[in-house]
Every structure is written in C-alpha cells, then in structure tokens.
Nanobody
Framework: QVQLVESGGGLVQPGGSLRLSCAAS????????MGWYRQAPGKQRELVAV???????RYADSVKGRFAISRDNGRSTVYLQMNSLKPEDTAVYYC????????????WGQGTQVTVSS
C-alpha cells in the first residue's frame, strides 16, 4: 500500500491562495491515479480533483477555474493549487491514490486542514 503525506494547509483569507502537496511512497506513483477529497464539518467527504497517470484531470464543479491539480512523477508528489479561496472551501483535504484498474481508492493520507476566514 502506498503511504501518502499531505502538507500545505493553513489559515488563509477569502480570495487568497494555498498549495497543497501530497508526497507518496512506493514505486507505483507514476502509474497511479491521484485525487484530492475534502470533508467539511457535518458534511460528507467530496471529490475535489483527480489526475490520471497520463495527466488527464477533472474537477468538482464548485472548484473549476479556481483549483488546479498537477503531479511530479520524479518527486512522487501531487499538488493542489487553490486560488480565489472562499469560506466554503474550509475543510480537511485528503490525498488519495489508486491504480488505473482499481475500482476504488486504495490509499489515503491523514488529511490537512484548510481554513478560509477573515
């Protein structure tokens, strides 16, 4: 199983930016599909963004045009650049991983808190 460690969360004012990072262990990062989920208090965990091993991306409608997911296979790291942050983006953000042929996400990070508040 791949180990995932997120970093980069924190407190930011509305309209600000943050970049989350997720470092992965193991040798299968380059063939993995990577994703970011978030969970706000009292709400279900929701998919934010996904990037395939080939670099294809997709986003939740709520973050399209504001967030960008990217990956660096040489560093086994996936990023989530978050711009124009809103209070409703406040949540714990989780990194996740699966192989292309897996039906479900396999590995999860411990999460990093993002708080958007003035």
């Amino acid at each position: 199983q791949v180990q995932l460690v997120e970093s980069g969360g924190g407190l930011v004012q509305p309209g600000g930016s943050l970049r989350l990072s997720c470092a992965a262990s193991g040798s299968i990062f380059s063939i993995s599909t990577m994703g970011w989920y978030r969970q706000a208090p009292g709400k279900q965990r929701e998919l934010v963004a996904v990037i395939t091993s080939g670099g294809s991306t997709r986003y939740a409608d709520s973050v399209k045009g504001r967030f960008a997911i990217s990956r660096d296979n040489g560093r086994s790291t996936v990023y989530l650049q978050m711009n124009s942050l809103k209070p409703e983006d406040t949540a714990v953000y989780y990194c996740t991983q699966k192989t292309a042929w897996a039906a479900d996400w396999i590995s999860w990070g411990q999460g990093t808190q993002v708080t958007v508040s003035s």
